[in-house]
Every structure is written in structure tokens, then in C-alpha cells.
């Protein structure tokens, strides 16, 4: 038998093991919870997503799991063609998922930490828009036993350093712990499971995405494929020998446009990437898959990568420190006239870390100047709080917090290793030049670490932060002359357009007024973010002006024509899917019951937030997603009446905004409105609502209805 022909056939075999161990897993749950248990993962709109996206069904009890895995099984084919090995290969992709929804049934929860298990639908909304605005440049899936623990970690620090995220599953989870590697978001480590079927939450990931961010319809197997192929920058790496299953797996993820890179030369015959040095295969997988990273080389002495963000320097490991609250300290970053920057220039003033005694603490202020234009300093910020995750990119160093509060520690380590005090400015230049090379085009670096000039600097700095803050309460949205878009979501939304303004941002929560400026400017003017000058006003009361209704009816391909930012009944503006929560009108009270996503039971409008994510479409007056700030923002539907129209809110959602919210009532003249508003302990249905708004005597009692 050739090599192809043996593989083929181990494929189909390994189909059938995984529908018999799926088979086991739903047995065993029957007998444990009974036949009609429901099925679902948690915190998904999607069922069983890969079912779902393939076929457009959904399941809702075990039995109903048992029939599929029969189906599948009947139509298994015996015969060794590729054609065959690949459909077994799908039931295989379906098997492992009804196997994982079997360990999740009953509501049960399978996993523990460190393990993942699936992932929320928030999870994913989250990394969606980061891979769509290049925060992450792509997913890596990394799956099987790498041949060393050396290995192992070569394999994921390759990924770290190139910014993307990994999903692992199976031994190599155990080996990446064992090889001292951070796991979590913040280490773009992410261990989905033990066995090798926890792969199934990095596939419905996959699916998921096609069906959240590429608007493609369940049922539609050929668009998911596709869109796969084409939209998502993701590729699994499978690591180790190939038995059966995993070759069918392999085969079912190709089949749905996913790419497979492996170490093993077996795999060759079946038209399979095959890449054996562990310090190369993420560079293969991300070169076939078309995934651009930059690597950033910083010469410092010691390792340099986003690998080490979430490690920590514990005392016994440290050097010496600064700041922290036992010594001045500062971190400042200043946009200057070009001519007072000198490129590339680091300069220490005061003792070097040489001169230093191990264990104790130091004064430390670090300078950064960077020449730019005096219309940039709003920029100051942003870039100013880069240095945080600089200085833990450092494999020696760490940092807590930021301006005057900001802690810094060398490890012993990384002083063995010849860790300079200079070295930070190295670190800080690097990467703001290599990340915003539009808006830093010259830099340089002043360390102090004489306590009598840290001192005198502190002074200055925190004159600087306060008046900064002073500026970041004001701004209104009077105080500008133009706001800002952001169409990041026509990629799967293809006319919808948030107008960000001071006081009103995107509907995702991701994006602020500062962010959209920001993001126009390092993109060099061209992308997502274009300024929109106000013109004249329509009706300002309504947040209703001339060039911005112009920019929008372009901006959405002519769809929509007017657009006022501050009204739910009169042109209000789209909202494309990522909201976080949604306001309804109740035509009952007058009121706005809003619903943020992450409640998950029935609001008193009778329907949940998915029910009614699914109502929203283009301009709907009446019903709109928004972020969560924007109900405690001065301009929250003020043409409407603003938030006096508040009803009902979950408990969470008004727990998390509760001083800005008790704030605002008390700027409305209505102090006690915040515990009028109802939340699910209060009321669950209308009638229980309505009465309690008339118990509490709410403001909304006195508001005429909205018309539109
Ligand atoms: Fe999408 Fe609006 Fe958020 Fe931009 S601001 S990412 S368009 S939701
Ligand atoms: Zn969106």
C-alpha cells in the first residue's frame, strides 16, 4: 500500500474511532442526566457552532446528538479515496464537537483553569475587532506533542514574538507550562484543554467568525469555506506522531479552508505543509497562511518580546527597584519642536546601575521627547502609556502602573546579564518608533536617577499630568469642530459608520474620540478613522449636523441620509453588531429598558439581548446599540429626554457604571433617580415593572411619549 493510500485509509478509520468516542461521551451523559438534557455551550448565540454554520440546525437535547453521530456513521465510506477520506474528515471535525457539547451538557462546566474550554461569543467579539484594527495579527492553533519541552517553547515564544495569538490543545498545553511559560491573555497563551478534542473550541472559534464578523448564513457551508479561506488569518500547527484521528482532523480542517502546518514528513502524500525545526514552523505556517508580522530587534543584553508581558519580578528574584511608592519617580513623554530632539539619543543622568547595591530601592525619572507638532500633544498620553507594556517586554524588567505611581524592577538576572539602566531608553525608542512611525519620527530618551534632579522633574511632570486631565474632563463635543469615524465593521457590516465625538464613542466600547484622532493619525490618514467637520447645524439638540449627515450618506453607500447622534426616535444611527448593550423604547412607560450582553435572561420587554440583537437593523428608531459609557455621557439621548427615560437596567451593567450614573442624576437634578431605575431583582416582566415605576414615583411618570 503507497504512503497516500495508507493515510487515506488511517483517516477513515480515525473517523470512525472519533464517532465511536463521541458515541461513549453522549452515553455516558445520558445515563448521568437523561436522555433530554438540554445541550449548548455557554455564552453563544451559535448552538453547536460547527454544525450550526454547516448546516444551518440546531440540537437541543442529547438524544438529539445520539441521531447525528448515526448519521455520520452510516455515511461513512470504506472505499480509500481522497474524496472520501476528506467527508470523513468533516464528520470527524462535527464528531469532536458534539463530543465537547456532551461534556458540557446538563450545564455542566468541564474545564478548570488553567483551561479555557469554549469560548464566549464576547471573547470572540473582542478579538474580532483586534484582528480587524491589527492589534493581533492572527491566530496560531498549536496542537499535539512537540518532540522536547526546548521545543515546545521555541514553538510558542516564535508565536508570542510575532504579536499572535495561540490556542493550545492537547500534551503541548502541559509541556508550555512545564516549560515556564506564562499562560493567559495578556501572554497571548491560551490552553484550551488537556486532550487533543479541545481542538474542537479553536475550530467553532473559526466558524464563528464567519458567521459574527463575515455576515455568512448558517447552512451556508461553501461561504464558510470560503471565508475561511480567504478572511481569516489563522493556521494549526500540529505537532508529533499521526495517528488516525488526528490525520482525519487534519483532513476535515482542511476540507473547511483551514490551514495545517505539521513537523511530521509523513503527512507530505496528503498535500500537507510540512515544516520540521520548531524555530521555523511558525514562520512557515505564517508565510503559507499570508500572515504579516513584524518583528521587532531591540540590542539590549537581554530577551526583548511580547512574550514576557505577563511575567512577574518577585522580590527574591529582584535586583533593584524603583518608585513604587518607596522612592521618587516618574514617566513622562513629551512632544516637542523637532529641533530639541536629537534622533536616537539615550542619556542617563545620575548613577548607572553598576554603582548600585543589590536589594535596595532608587529614584528613577525617565524623559521621553519625541518632535512633533504642537496639534500632536494630545497624542502624549496614549504613547506615554505604551511604556508599561514596554518595559514588561523586557525579559529582566518589570513595570506596575504608570505616571508618578509607576514601579520598575530589574531582576538579578537581567544585572548578571549586563542589564543597563540605558537600556529602558533603548527598549522605549524602539518600539514607538517601529509602532507609530508616522507620529514618532524623532526621539530621545533622559533617564534620571539623581534623587535631587527626580525630584525637580517630578514637580514639572505632575504640573503636566493634571493639566492634561483637566483637558480629557472638559472636552465637549462643542469644544471640537470635527469628530471622527470608524468603519472597521464595514468589513462584515458594509454601511455602517460610527460618528465618535468627545462625549459619544463606538458602539464596540473599543473606540474613543482620543482612539479615532489617534488611529487617523499613526495610519497616516488613510483607514478607518477620517476626520468629519461638523458644518452647520441642523438641529444641535438633537446632534444633527450638515457636513456629518454628508459624510454618513457617503460613508454608508448612500443607505443612510441623516443621522443624529443624540436621538433614539429621529434618525437615529446604525448600530453593525458589536454593541455592548441595547436601548428599547416601552411605549407602556415612555421609558428605555437597556440590556447589556453580557445578562442573559429575559428583559421585562419580553425578549432577551440576543433576540433583540437580532431586531436591529440599519436605522431602526426606537431600538440602538451603543457602548456602555454612553448611557452616563452628558449627551446620552438628551433630545429624548435623556437618562430620566431610564426604566431598567441589569443589576450588573448599573453596578459597573454606578458612580459616573449616580453622578449624572445628580447633574440632572434628579439625585434619587438612580435607585428609581429598576433592575431583574426588582422587576422581570411589564406588569411588575410598571408598577414598580409608579411605587417609586419614577420621573418618567411626568414624560410625554416619544413620537417618530
Ligand atoms: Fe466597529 Fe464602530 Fe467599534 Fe469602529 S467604533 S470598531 S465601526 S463598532
Ligand atoms: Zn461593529
Same mark, same amino acid.
Given at each position: 500500500m503507497s504512503g497516500k493510500t495508507g493515510l487515506l485509509e488511517q483517516a477513515i478509520i480515525g473517523a470512525a474511532k472519533i464517532i465511536d468516542q463521541a458515541q461513549d461521551q453522549i452515553n455516558q451523559a445520558i445515563a448521568e442526566l437523561g436522555e433530554d438534557s438540554t445541550v449548548g455551550f455557554p455564552g453563544t448565540a451559535y448552538n453547536l457552532p460547527i454544525y450550526h454554520g454547516i448546516t444551518g440546525k440546531t440540537v437541543g437535547r442529547l438524544t438529539d446528538l445520539k441521531v447525528i453521530l448515526n448519521e455520520l456513521k452510516l455515511d461513512l465510506k470504506q472505499e480509500n479515496s481522497i474524496e472520501n477520506a476528506t467527508s470523513a474528515g468533516i464528520a470527524s471535525i462535527i464528531a469532536i464537537e458534539i463530543l465537547e457539547a456532551a461534556k458540557y451538557a446538563g450545564n455542566r462546566m468541564p474545564y478548570n483553569p488553567p483551561y479555557t474550554g469554549f469560548v464566549p461569543d464576547s471573547t470572540l467579539?473582542?478579538?474580532?475587532?483586534?484582528?480587524?484594527?491589527?492589534? /493581533?495579527? $492572527?491566530?496560531?492553533?498549536?496542537?499535539?506533542?512537540?518532540? &522536547?519541552?526546548?521545543?515546545?517553547?521555541?514553538?510558542c515564544q516564535e508565536a508570542q514574538k510575532r504579536g499572535l495569538l495561540s490556542l493550545l490543545s492537547g500534551p503541548i498545553t502541559e509541556q508550555a507550562s512545564r516549560a515556564n511559560l506564562t499562560m493567559g491573555l495578556d501572554s497571548l497563551l491560551i490552553p484550551l484543554g488537556p486532550e487533543l478534542t479541545s481542538i474542537e473550541h479553536a475550530a467553532n472559534l473559526a466558524v464563528r467568525v464567519a458567521l459574527t464578523f463575515g455576515a455568512v448564513k448558517p447552512g451556508d457551508k461553501d461561504a464558510i469555506i470560503s471565508y475561511?479561506?480567504?478572511?481569516?488569518?489563522?493556521? /494549526?500547527?500540529?505537532?508529533?506522531?499521526? #495517528?488516525?484521528?488526528? !490525520?482525519?482532523?487534519?483532513l476535515g480542517a482542511t476540507a473547511l479552508g483551514l490551514t495545517i502546518v505539521t513537523d511530521q514528513p509523513s503527512a507530505e502524500p496528503l498535500g500537507i505543509n510540512v515544516e520540521q525545526n520548531p524555530s521555523e514552523i511558525i514562520a512557515k505556517a505564517c508565510e503559507v497562511r499570508g500572515i504579516?508580522?513584524?518583528?521587532?530587534?531591540?540590542? *539590549?543584553?537581554?530577551?526583548?518580546?511580547?512574550?514576557?508581558?505577563?511575567?512577574?519580578?518577585?522580590?527574591?528574584?529582584? @535586583?533593584?527597584?524603583?518608585?513604587?511608592?518607596?522612592?521618587?519617580?516618574?514617566?513622562?513623554?513629551?512632544?516637542?519642536?523637532?529641533?530639541?530632539?536629537? #534622533?536616537?539619543?539615550?542619556?542617563?543622568?545620575?548613577?548607572?546601575?553598576?554603582?548600585?547595591?543589590?536589594?535596595?530601592? @532608587?529614584?528613577?525619572? !525617565?524623559? %521621553?521627547?519625541?518632535?512633533?507638532?504642537?496639534?500632536?500633544?494630545?497624542?502624549?498620553?496614549?504613547?506615554?502609556?505604551?511604556?508599561?507594556? /514596554?518595559?514588561?517586554?523586557?525579559?529582566?524588567?518589570?513595570h506596575?502602573?504608570?505616571?508618578?505611581?509607576?514601579?520598575?524592577? %530589574?531582576?538579578?538576572?537581567?544585572?548578571?546579564?549586563?542589564?543597563? *539602566?540605558?537600556?529602558?531608553?533603548?527598549? /522605549?525608542?524602539?518600539?514607538?518608533?517601529?509602532?507609530?512611525?508616522?507620529?514618532?519620527?524623532?526621539?530621545?530618551?533622559?533617564?534620571? &536617577?539623581?534623587?535631587?534632579k527626580v525630584r525637580k522633574m517630578l514637580e514639572k511632570a505632575q504640573t503636566t499630568y493634571s493639566s492634561r486631565d483637566a483637558k480629557v474632563t472638559y472636552l465637549s463635543d462643542e469644544d471640537v469642530n470635527k469628530f471622527y469615524s470608524c468603519i472597521l465593521c464595514q468589513s462584515f457590516a458594509p454601511n455602517h459608520v460610527c460618528v465618535i465625538t468627545p462625549e459619544r464613542d463606538g458602539l464596540?466600547?473599543?473606540?474613543?474620540?482620543?482612539?479615532?484622532?489617534? $488611529?487617523?493619525?499613526?495610519?497616516?490618514?488613510?483607514?478607518?478613522?477620517?476626520?468629519?467637520?461638523?458644518?452647520?447645524?441642523?438641529?444641535?439638540?438633537?446632534?444633527?449636523?450638515?457636513?456629518?449627515?454628508?459624510?454618513?450618506?457617503?460613508?454608508?453607500?448612500?443607505?443612510?441620509?441623516?443621522?443624529?447622534? @443624540?436621538?433614539?426616535?429621529?434618525?437615529?444611527?446604525?448600530?453593525?453588531?458589536?454593541?455592548?448593550?441595547?436601548?428599547?423604547?416601552?411605549?407602556?412607560?415612555?421609558?428605555?429598558? *437597556?440590556?447589556?450582553?453580557?445578562?442573559?435572561?429575559?428583559?421585562?420587554?419580553?425578549?432577551?439581548?440576543s433576540t433583540l440583537a437580532g431586531i436591529i437593523g440599519g436605522q431602526t428608531p426606537g431600538i440602538l446599540g451603543h457602548s456602555k459609557k454612553w448611557i452616563v455621557s452628558k449627551k446620552f439621548f438628551r433630545a429624548d429626554g435623556g437618562i430620566k427615560r431610564i426604566v431598567w437596567m441589569p443589576s450588573d451593567l448599573k453596578d459597573q457604571l454606578k458612580d459616573d450614573l449616580r453622578r449624572r442624576c445628580q447633574e440632572e437634578g434628579a439625585p434619587d433617580l438612580y435607585d428609581k431605575i429598576a433592575d431583574e431583582n426588582h422587576a422581570r416582566k411589564l406588569e411588575d415593572l410598571l408598577d414598580w415605576l409608579k411605587r417609586v414615583n419614577h420621573p418618567v411618570l411626568n414624560m410625554p411619549p416619544l413620537e417618530h
Open positions: 467579539r473582542g478579538l474580532g475587532v483586534k484582528l480587524v484594527n491589527g492589534d /493581533i495579527p $492572527g491566530i496560531s492553533v498549536i496542537a499535539g506533542t512537540a518532540p &522536547t519541552l526546548e521545543a515546545a517553547r521555541t514553538i475561511l479561506k480567504g478572511k481569516v488569518p489563522a493556521f /494549526i500547527v500540529v505537532l508529533g506522531p499521526l #495517528d488516525g484521528p488526528t !490525520i482525519s482532523l487534519g504579516k508580522t513584524h518583528l521587532i530587534e531591540v540590542p *539590549i543584553p537581554t530577551g526583548f518580546s511580547r512574550a514576557f508581558e505577563g511575567k512577574r519580578i518577585r522580590k527574591e528574584q529582584m @535586583y533593584v527597584e524603583f518608585g513604587g511608592g518607596k522612592t521618587p519617580y516618574f514617566e513622562l513623554l513629551q512632544i516637542t519642536e523637532p529641533k530639541d530632539v536629537e #534622533d536616537g539619543k539615550v542619556s542617563v543622568i545620575g548613577p548607572e546601575i553598576d554603582s548600585m547595591e543589590g536589594g535596595k530601592a @532608587y529614584p528613577l525619572g !525617565i524623559l %521621553i521627547e519625541v518632535a512633533g507638532e504642537s496639534t500632536e500633544k494630545t497624542f502624549e498620553p496614549m504613547l506615554e502609556r505604551r511604556i508599561h507594556e /514596554i518595559i514588561n517586554y523586557g525579559e529582566e524588567t518589570w506596575i502602573a504608570q505616571r508618578d505611581k509607576g514601579w520598575v524592577r %530589574i531582576s538579578k538576572e537581567g544585572f548578571k546579564k549586563g542589564f543597563k *539602566i540605558h537600556h529602558f531608553g533603548t527598549m /522605549i525608542q524602539n518600539v514607538l518608533k517601529s509602532d507609530y512611525p508616522s507620529l514618532v519620527k524623532k526621539i530621545q530618551v533622559t533617564i534620571f &536617577t539623581e534623587e535631587d464596540c466600547g473599543t473606540v474613543t474620540y482620543t482612539d479615532a484622532a489617534t $488611529g487617523h493619525k499613526i495610519r497616516g490618514g488613510v483607514g478607518a478613522n477620517q476626520p468629519i467637520p461638523k458644518g452647520k447645524a441642523i438641529n444641535e439638540d438633537r446632534g444633527e449636523w450638515e457636513d456629518v449627515d454628508k459624510f454618513v450618506r457617503e460613508a454608508s453607500h448612500g443607505e443612510t441620509e441623516r443621522v443624529s447622534l @443624540y436621538s433614539l426616535m429621529i434618525y437615529p444611527t446604525t448600530s453593525c453588531g458589536c454593541f455592548e448593550c441595547i436601548s428599547i423604547y416601552l411605549p407602556e412607560c415612555h421609558g428605555l429598558v *437597556i440590556v447589556s450582553r453580557e445578562f442573559k435572561e429575559e428583559t421585562p420587554v419580553g425578549m432577551r439581548f
